[in-house]
């Protein structure tokens, strides 16, 4: 309840960030070199061998190979609470355009097999850097707070990553948490954090459809059923979910990606496939959004007369990202300590972006948080209204998350999101017994 | 087989014509006396009392109010084979704007309660006149002919009449024919006459359909199902049943004729309701069809995720009208011999209008034969070429059936309308029992 | 933004609220009284009628008859801020089905000329009642605050009353604002009120459009242009423009509500008719949503090769009602000092619904502040997640606003009100020279 | 007119038959060799050796490489009418699947750079064979007729090797006909011939469509326009085309045999591509309907406010083959004597399979003759009503043109593929002066 002001005291924080500034210098090379030798995709043996040395040398104990590149630092100071970090390790497949003097120039052999570009365009290298200010913090200051912490250095967000490690065993190889802490650099004005209670991060499930019908020669669609035809109608009437199926205070996206379907103009082919992609904010807006896409695709093979029912296959799958509502209000109240109360936002409504972090939440039964932190240039938003930007977003003329001019101002940022990340922990590390207790 | 010209003497008409000369001035007095007075679908009372009093005048035996406003005549000259002559009756409520001065500016109460205005705007007035032309003749030359004619003269062929007719027990009531045969005035030049074997004229279906959505708020599309949306979605796919269920070398037409649904723009009704006309030419393309609307009505309210099927009612239903082969053949060979061979055309494709003509031969399971001669003055074909409009069809620019401007040469067509009646049922009436023999 | 919670010190509601117990039966009697004599609009007689007479009793200066049915009501308490607080007065053509004792039997003649029932289905009759009940403690505490009262008791806010009285010299006739007040009953648990800065409510735009077509037989569809099909093709592609156009973060609904074209089955009408319906939720998006909508259904003519261009014509169209930032704020802490922290909700998004209150802020070129109060029983909502409720609305089991059921519980729901309208007046009226400035 | 019969007496074909029976075994042989070399369009280089040595072992003036492949004989006997003879020579990338003893195994490198299969499964070695048994008796017959033929063995009609051959000089390099003449074996049994008056085989357009948006990210489609919305729209809107501006009485087919655009769901595309191939049976049904594909997509296009305009470019275009009206009742007439009136249909409306022979006629400003004869074993018609098979076209049972099962029978096809060249020619190089004359 956004209304329901949080009144708990927040935790102190100050000792977790005793000697951070020292460090910063050195954060800041460590983030252009992630930045320069960005990975794809579970292809991060680089970056997660930086990780393991750096939480090695820092004292963690470490775990390599989680899912394949993953890699898992635990530290403990005493009984008491578990937390979990999260931060996440890929790059992705985009020829960087920044011109900062630690671009990348590399590329990698993709899921397909061909050599594609590759750059660290959605900001992960800005997440490892924080994360490994925030763990080298925790170790530094071990006196100043009581308990356990797991970092987790993920791969593969892109992908799916988060359900591999849980798949990897990741419940019963480590500590559970009370608590799971993710955050997200966003192209939104340094200095700045925004979550909400409840839903934060958008469903995305991926679809392959295959819609039959038997081919034939063009100037005979009589003895055909044209699944060209049919693709088109499963298109229009899919537009009709989002437009007539999802309330206009709920959000939902569904997208055609891809249609593919014949090779010549006189041969009516046998099979059309498209690729779909549906986003929604809460779980019940996914099912019903879900099931639509279902329901159309099956009556318009019915209205084809198609010989074979369409194939419809699961290619990926992110749940919403949720924030329980009380440890959203208990980070919260960290975060205004922390940064000041003019640079916390509570997000109205949840975004379309999706998000893996959500998994290990899921799977430990335990409830998370995730925010944002923003790395833009100040500037950039000069004469723009604060409020407008909540109500209508980031406007496209700043660079946002997978553009190839995506470009965090390293400096600022990552002082935020080591504090973020600390100040957050901390309401459990070294808060009383009341903080920790969900309500 | 428009190949296989038929190559059997036609039987003499000549002495069938005998004296009309002398009656073409009255029946063209007939004519416009029934052209200024049209009457509605099964409002036919004046008509039907002046056939049968025409009829009884002629010496023919007479039974009126078959269906209704039905005229039947039976003329028997010895022993000898049953021919069938029919002519419809009913006029239209079409507003005349010929500005001919026996226009019809009579009006009357239609089905639906309101006052229309009527006119005999498809030339049943002229089939009525021909008709009773040739009982006439068929009357006062008694000794040139041998067996029975039944003259048939019927209400509303608009709406259905003919079946009608056989309802009300005409298999019962009158002789059993060997042949049954009509004819109808064209758009085409007066002078000539066309006809085929096989079918001749479109089948017409009629339905309406009732799509049941849920209604609701237009702000809150979410709660409801949304009917306008599901009609538009049927609309636009019942556009595929001719475009790709219908080969090229078929004919067929689905018209959504009507279409209404909702009062306020903010409301989202329940339901909205199509009326659809549906033309085939063959039966086997006539079932495809109607399968394939049903088809895409229900697939596409099970699309919409309607809370209740569509309700489909059959309006109207005329069926094919099928020329038999061999009896075609026989009536083509009169029809060269009594007007000559040039003046008689094989139209290359059935005629997508619709008649309910073979519902005698199809209820009293013997051939039937159905020809069109022209109406129109040949000056307004000049310079069209004669190949192109039997390929083309007969150009908008001249008035056709259903016109307010449909006006047929009366004095020309009446002697074309009454020699081709009588040399067609001459075939039967003086010919040889081979004649008489279908192949 | 809701981050930067309001800390300055509320005025002092309390002296306006001496009385308030006592008065309250009596509010109660006249809102069923209300009830049961619902008005449509422009249609409010006799309810200007009691206001007028009300006011009058209270010792407020009253002008009728402002836009034919509205009344205005000016009290002055000497030199200081002048308020303007609204309610609106019109029922709706709804067939009350609550049972109440009080329930409306009326019926009256609406504006196509037909005799329909009437309700006070929207709570209007309750926005009338707290108003007169904020009149009478202003009245009688009028020691209590300084500056003036203007108290519009606005007609048919359902088809544009606000518009109505601007255009009937509101401006010149009445002292000029610093802010506009007004409220609404809503189907949440009584005793909470929400509202937030920014767009609150929708806008809303009603659309006639006439598509033309050439009509002609159905059976011949190539010498037509079907506007049944254009209207099809029109339905299926606005679809597209809320699941294309409209971002995820933002709401906007299309909705054809009434279509209407043809009359008979086989023949193609020259003209189709849809009436449509826009909401948006921020001024940007109704732009971009008009836009679309005019371009869709320009280029589907021109798909069809129509004769001759769609026509569209505005029916009726409410902008988008915009809380102003800083007075939300400052309404948003007298609500709280009032009601309690816990009872005051600052919404997450727009509501969908639309309201014409906007108009006076917007012609009076001052702040406006809007916000809704619960009148539904607590125990309908026993059970539900109020964070749930938040993120995905108001369930449809409990009856809404235009429901036959819509059925406010009065006692409570007056109370709270009266009060909500009182302390935000105070604001202004009792508040300290800087409360009153805007930010 | 098929009504107008022909009543000119054919020219006596004996004196060419002359000897015929002798060559039939030699003509299998020849064809067999030719069924089992199939050779791809403008690959037939052993084809047209083949054709080239028989030509000059008859003692015909031969040229080869007309169009590359291209062979053209010419032989004179004395003065008199030029009488053009074509065959075509090119076989398709099909997997011959009949198990003749002289099926074909090869395999050629198509257009693509592929290696494909080879068969002539459309029976241009047929063709071949057919005029090789004719250009033989005309030259063996001599003394029989008086003129010049000029023998056309044309590459590659799959793609348009008709107009090849006329840019690469024909008009200029050989007489001038006054007739062209061609035939094409047809799935019809044996021993019949069919052809019509008039438009006898569509006209074939091929449009490549690139309809372009612009891309992005598939959860904020409202920064795109997205193409795949975009190419559905035209995909369904295309079907009005057929449905709506292409009469009954005329045939047309537009069928989007290929689309293609995009590569992930999550990444809305900038461009969709379509293949379209239009058919069409009259030269004013094309234009209307060539013109409606283009206003529909031009309109769609704005319709989803597209930041290009779509690119249409033309893939190949076919002509309608329209027989020349007094040529076909020339060579109709020659058909019925030499095979008797029962084998030779007039087929009732144009066939919707392309041709590109028309180019000859066309080109060199005169008449033009195409007939089909039937090569399927009449075993496969027992039971079927010929009357039907004109009227619906032949069954999907029976192997067509094209299929990789097509095998007409040699034997008896020969004799009657012969005979019909020489017996059509015969009427302008054995007939009177009369008959030469166009009518």
Not at 187 to 202: C, E, H, I, K, S
Not at 219 to 242: F, G, H
Request: contains cysteine; charged residues 20%; aromatic residues 4%.
């Amino acid at each position: 309840m956004t209304s329901a002001d949080d009144t708990r005291t927040p935790a102190p924080v100050a000792p977790l960030l005793s000697g951070l500034d020292g460090r910063l210098p050195g954060l800041r090379t460590l983030y252009e070199d992630l930045h320069a030798h960005p990975e794809l995709s579970f292809q991060e043996v680089r970056t997660a061998g930086v990780v393991a040395a750096r939480l090695r040398e820092q004292g963690w104990e470490v775990t390599e190979g989680v899912a394949g590149t993953g890699v898992v630092g635990v530290l403990t100071a005493g009984e008491g609470p578990v937390v979990l970090l999260r931060a996440d390790m890929d790059g992705l497949p985009v020829k960087e355009e920044t011109g900062l003097p630690y671009t990348s120039g590399r590329t990698a052999v993709g899921s397909d097999g061909e050599e594609v570009p590759v750059m660290h365009a959605c900001g992960h290298d800005m997440h490892v850097t924080c994360l490994l200010g925030a763990t080298a913090q925790l170790a530094a200051n071990r006196k100043a707070w009581r308990g356990t912490v797991v970092a987790v250095f993920q791969p593969a967000e892109e992908v799916g990553g988060a359900p591999a490690m849980i798949e990897d065993g990741f419940r019963e190889r480590f500590p559970r948490p009370e608590v799971c802490l993710g955050q997200h650099v966003a192209p939104a004005p340094v200095g700045f954090v925004g979550t909400r209670p409840g839903p934060l991060m958008a469903a995305s499930d991926s679809l392959r459809v295959r819609l039959f019908g038997r081919g034939g020669h063009g100037s005979m669609p009589e003895s055909t059923v044209d699944p060209v035809v049919l693709a088109a109608a499963v298109v229009l009437r899919l537009q009709t979910v989002v437009s007539r199926e999802v309330g206009a205070a709920q959000a939902a996206v569904v997208t055609v990606g891809a249609i593919h379907g014949g090779t010549k103009e006189n041969i009516i082919p046998d099979m059309v496939e498209l690729k779909v992609n549906i986003r929604s904010t809460t779980p019940a807006v996914r099912e019903r959004v879900l099931a639509a896409v279902e329901r159309i695709i099956r009556a318009e093979a019915a209205a084809s007369g198609a010989p074979r029912e369409p194939e419809i296959t699961e290619l990926n799958s992110f749940p919403v990202t949720v924030n329980d509502h009380a440890a959203t209000a208990t980070v919260r109240s960290a975060l205004v300590a922390a940064l000041g109360e003019g640079r916390v936002f509570t997000l109205p409504r949840p975004l379309i972006g999706s998000e893996d972090f959500g998994a290990f939440g899921t799977a430990l039964e335990v409830p998370s948080v995730f925010w944002h932190f923003g790395g833009a240039d100040p500037a950039l938003f000069a004469g723009l209204d604060p409020d407008a930007l909540l109500e209508d977003g980031i406007p496209p003329t700043i660079p946002a998350n997978h553009s190839a001019l995506f470009a965090p101002l390293p400096g600022p940022a990552i002082e935020v999101g080591v504090t973020a990340l600390l100040a957050a922990a901390a309401q459990w590390l070294t808060g009383t017994a009341e903080v920790n207790r969900r309500a």
